[in-house]
């Protein structure tokens, strides 16, 4: 208890100069789930937050004159928050915290960044994204460190737009040795281009080089190179998105080929969602993986929303088969 009365002493003391001189605020989501998950022939029952939806911030911009500004952001997750048993530990842990510079010009921030890779397509695509229901390691989408989890650690990212396309590319430049997953070394790159078609309309791609091997964290071994097509339509009430990745393994793993289709339909304050996903598997002995997940999710404001979802994970019929059944709250503010 004391420690964590220090941190947070510590924390005010670092944002109290920055809350008088720029413009702060505060953010953060909150999400429980209760979910049955059946693994072979091994079901359990698990409350909590496992998925790591939650997380409070603070970010801040302070006008520097000339059409620039100062930007900063320190986003953290409540590891106590989560409620299996493998996961329940105490404190907080940094998700996102970069410093940088914003103009006409775009973005750029040094630190610890958002992944291109991940928000191009990827999560923003998972109506399911951090829950149970998840398509993102579970068949439908790659996860792995350089897919779509996790954050860019010792980076410099750069994010702009230019008409109706976005552009974003970090990398790092740290002659880093530390055995973290998520830690960039010397030489990683990840790009994104997304391209606008109009409202609820786009098409995009996405590259990421792992130079190292941050799957098993081996500094000197070569890692994982993904890339990624990806696009979206809407008609009225109806959404359709789609994911095809290539990832190659450069010997942290096997090739896959992983595919993903989504369908929402939008009536009222409620969303319908199926989503189909395949993971095919070259080489190795990891078997080819079958995603598939419908549910529904109820807006009871522009913050606050209720979800339920089913889960299946069909791993050629082997013992770690899995299906999930969950429903779970998420408040935003």
Known sequence: MNKKLIALAVAASVAAPIVASADVSVYGVAQMELYSKKLGSTTTTNMGDDYGQSRVGVKWSEDLGGGLAAVGLIELGPNAYKGSTANNTTGLYTRNAHLGLKGSFGQVVFGTTLQPYKYAG??????????AAQARGTGG???TAFGQNGYFGNSIAYTGKFGNTKVAVSTSLAENTEAAQYRGHKGDL?????????????VGVAYANDKYN??????????????????KYTMGPHQILAQYENHTGNGAGA?????FLGYRFTMGMN??????????VKGGSTADVKYAAIGAIHNMSKKT??????RKTDKNGSTNDET??????????
């Open 214 to 231: 941050a799957v098993s964290a081996t500094s000197g071994t070569s890692g994982q190179t993904n890339s990624k097509v990806f696009g």
């Open 122 to 131: 990827g999560v923003k695509y998972d109506a399911f994204v951090a829950t």
């Open 271 to 280: 969303k319908f969602v199926v989503q189909l996903g395949n993971t095919d």
């Open 190 to 202: 990840m790009a994104a281009v997304t391209v606008g078609l109009g409202k609820g309309a786009e």
């Open 305 to 310: 929303s209720a979800f339920v979802a089913y």
């Open 324 to 333: 999930i059944t969950t429903v779970g709250m998420k408040t935003k503010f």
């Open 255 to 259: 090739d896959s080929k992983v595919m």
């Open 141 to 143: 989408m790659l996860g």
